[in-house]
């Protein structure tokens, strides 16, 4: 705290909030933003969770909001999120870039600045990000006089400008958005020399719906269904994410059995998720068998969620307040033998995989994320962890049964070498951690109440930050209700919105023909990047 | 016979991936829908027809329009999830025109939030018949 205010040429106002844990301090000067920003990321060791933008000009306040959203990253260090928040004159919406210093604030601030008309001042990267070509200039879109139920005209635009290299030999080739497997759009310009790649620029936000906007001014207990629907395979972890944020706001907790059943669904989709990726890293590696091997297993999980929640992506299980379907002992048994019979299953893919060395060959040393790389990119998840960076947000910051008085054990499985191969172990390691951990909630679950109720009207003028260990790692949700206690803002930040400029460095280690692998071996969501 | 086959485009027009993963499904040992003559194709110049995912977001428009018209006609559409067949929980807005018949015309509708693969499958097979229905004035 003295060394943020020995920083700061202006005011340093501290407050404890959202949580209790949590500090947010308000700088009474946005130029000040730099220095903080760095005292937190330098002694204090911490890294960019999120940023939230926030339209205020119809308050009393009348400006513009930023909040630059911290967290530590020692593993033991207490959870806490550190704010730093800053007013913005709405008659010159202009800030101080972070990017050139903390680099995971690239797409934040440029997601700011076509959303918001929210400039970073010094931002290396004048493109637009989340509105793609042909969009107006001067129109953003959660700005609140914006009517977002409004489609908005097409202007003429140029070609969009990649980067790329340019040279003798060099070749361009140019990706998508329509891909030629089942899978979601996003383009992708390579430049390459013979098969190397030079640079890869991705160009993502296709599936952009607006969705963040769409919930504004809904009751909270709607718009659940909203955020439950932001990406299908993350469908549990963002429903659970905004229920925790919502609770907070409401100052309600879930009740013990339904933290319980919440961290059952939470490792189902992490089990399905992580076992349905190692089959598609094999199909990246022309191994079929083992493409056909994930590609049931996933399928025999996806089942058992079916007959637990009545939808193969958990979809229906997790509401405000705990959760609305009751697990009855007689499915609990069949989900422990399934889940005996899948690691067993398992076990033996990863033996396949690991005794037959062109597969292995394909694996080692592809796609190598640095691990100082992962660090400066904030990068979640099991992309980090196989990059070394021991960061779990269910230790980091406790959720479901982990936030119980006497938590589970969890072994965090790291690991140093950052390739393909590094990854593929980190989720055998964590698809056993889940099986072991899904017996443990098991044993912990007493009868009980599964729900509580929420009020409505909810309290106004709060704000809910949860953060949730997703199959991609961690999701950071804040939440805010206004003065009648409907949804004012919303923002998710995905897990996948961090990893994938790591997945452009990696492939720039990379040649063209492992890039699928390379891919498959971050499997990151578009659609809970794009929202 | 040819005509029972059916080669199909998938073409995801803005999903949240969850009816997309249920396409990468059909495919699966348990469901293998290529044992009735039914694959998905990596162009749509090599496809019947194409099944989209998603409500269509104002970005992928154009690619959606431009997929549609690469496929030889005759061709079927067939709308998969809540979102394709009627814009579900995204609607019309600033970034999404709503449901894929708001841009292609579309001849099947295959509700769900997902839908299960087995009501995909159902769907694909109705469309089948959707397909031969159009080409017999054709075949003369």
């Keep these: 705290m003295d060394a943020l205010r020995a920083s700061a040429v202006g005011s340093v106002d501290a407050d404890v909030g959202p949580r209790p844990s949590d500090l947010t301090l308000r700088l009474g000067r946005a130029g000040d933003l730099p220095a903080a920003a760095a005292v937190l990321i330098g002694p204090h060791a911490m890294a960019l969770a999120t940023v939230v933008a926030t339209d205020e000009t119809a308050t009393p306040h009348r400006d513009l909001k930023v909040r630059y959203i911290f967290e530590p990253t020692a593993p033991g260090a207490p959870d806490r999120f550190v704010t730093l928040l800053i007013s913005v004159d709405a008659a010159r919406p202009e800030v101080p870039s972070l990017t050139t210093a903390v680099p995971a604030a690239n797409w934040h601030e440029r997601e700011m600045r076509d959303l918001f008309g929210i400039a970073p001042v010094g931002h290396p990267d004048p493109r637009s990000l989340v509105v793609h070509d042909g969009w107006p200039r001067g129109v953003f879109p959660l700005r609140k006089h914006f009517d977002g139920s409004r489609r908005v005209p097409v202007e003429p635009a140029d070609e969009f400008p990649h980067l790329v290299a340019e040279g003798e030999g060099v070749f361009e080739i140019p990706v998508g958005p329509i891909h030629a497997g089942i899978i979601e759009p996003g383009h992708f310009r390579f430049t390459s020399v013979g098969e190397t790649v030079l640079n890869l620029d991705a160009r993502l936000f296709y599936t952009h719906r607006g969705l963040e906007k769409r919930m504004e001014g809904l009751s909270p207990l709607d718009a659940f269904y909203i955020a439950e629907r932001i990406c299908g395979v993350c469908s549990f972890a963002h429903g659970m994410g905004y229920c925790e944020a919502l609770e907070q706001i409401a100052g309600v907790r879930a009740p013990p059995r339904a933290q319980l059943i919440r961290s059952i669904a939470l490792e189902l989709e992490r089990l399905y998720n992580h076992v349905g990726d190692v089959g598609n890293i094999c199909a990246g590696a022309s191994f079929h068998y083992g493409t056909a091997i994930g590609a049931r297993l996933k399928e025999r999980l996806q089942q058992i969620n079916e007959r637990l929640t009545g939808n193969r992506f958990l979809r229906g299980l997790v509401i405000p307040g705990g959760v609305c379907l009751d697990l009855p002992d007689d499915l609990l048994a069949v989900l422990t033998a399934t889940l005996q019979d899948t690691l067993a299953g398992f076990d033996s893919l990863i033996g396949r995989i690991e005794a037959n060395p062109s597969v292995v060959d394909r694996l080692d040393d592809t796609g190598v994320l640095q691990h100082q790389a992962a660090v400066d990119l904030a990068v979640a998840g099991v992309a980090a962890r196989a990059s070394g960076v021991d960061r779990d947000a269910r230790r980091d910051h406790p959720h479901g049964a982990f936030a119980d008085p006497d938590p589970p054990d969890l072994r965090v499985a790291t690991v140093s070498e950052g390739d393909a191969m590094a990854r593929v172990t980190v989720r055998a390691l964590e698809v056993r951690e889940s099986i072991r951990l899904v017996g443990e909630f098991v044993r912990r679950l007493e009868p009980g109440l599964s729900r509580v109720a929420l009020a409505e009207p909810l309290p106004g003028g709060r704000i809910g930050i949860s953060a949730i260990e997703s199959a991609r790692g961690e999701a950071v949700h804040w939440l805010r209700t206004d003065a009648v206690g409907r949804v004012e803002r919303y923002h998710l930040r995905s897990p996948s919105y961090h990893n994938w400029p790591a997945v452009a460095l990696a492939a720039e280690t990379a040649i063209v023909p492992d890039f699928p692998l390379v891919n498959k071996s971050f499997e990151l969501c578009y659609s809970c990047t794009d929202r | ?140």
Excluded: K
Excluded at chain 2, 5 to 29: V, Y
Excluded at chain 2, 109 to 137: K, M, S, T
């Design chain 2, 1 to 140: 016979m040819l005509g029972r086959s059916l080669h199909l485009r998938h073409l995801d027009a803005g999903s949240c991936n969850a009816c997309d993963w249920e396409l990468a499904a059909l495919l699966n040992p348990v469901y293998d829908v290529r044992r009735l003559g039914i694959d998905f194709v990596a162009s749509p110049r090599h496809a019947d027809g194409v099944v989209v995912t998603g409500p269509v977001t104002r970005n992928l428009e154009a690619a959606v329009r431009r997929t549609f018209e690469a496929i030889p006609d005759p061709r079927v559409v067939i709308a998969v999830g809540a979102c394709a067949a009627s814009g579900g929980i995204v609607g019309v807005g600033y970034a999404s025109a709503g449901g894929v018949d708001r841009v292609l015309p579309v001849d099947v509708y295959i509700p769900g939030c997902p839908p299960r693969p087995e009501a995909i499958i159902f769907g694909i097979l109705v469309a089948l018949g959707r397909l031969d229905a159009r080409r017999r004035p054709c075949q003369g």
